[in-house]
């Protein structure tokens, strides 16, 4: 059986091209976005983490999030 490849649609205009979610740059991207998990996987072959959306973030905005998400009972 050969791997099928698939395409999706691009974001919506003005929604990140990451996860399809409107958020500021400076932001995470939207963890739970069925968009940012897929083309995730399709770029590294393994499902994302919170950890991997707050990647690009400035240390201070990534620990406000992960105060947060811990405060949620989120595992990072």
């Avoid at 999706?8 to 979610?21: I, N, R, V």
């Avoid at 940012?36 to 983490?49: D, E, I, L, V």
């Avoid at 959306?53 to 989120?74: F, I, N, S, Y």
Wanted: hydrophobic share 35%; with cysteine.
């Amino acid at each position: 059986m050969t791997e099928q490849k698939w395409t999706m649609l691009p974001a919506a205009p003005g929604k990140c091209p990451d996860c399809a979610t409107a958020h500021e740059p400076e932001q995470p991207h939207n963890a739970q976005s069925l968009f940012y998990k897929m083309n995730f996987y399709q770029a590294n072959g393994r499902w994302p983490a919170w950890s991997d959306a707050l990647a690009h973030c400035a240390p201070d905005v990534r620990q406000a999030w992960e105060t947060e998400l811990r405060a949620r009972g989120v595992s990072i």
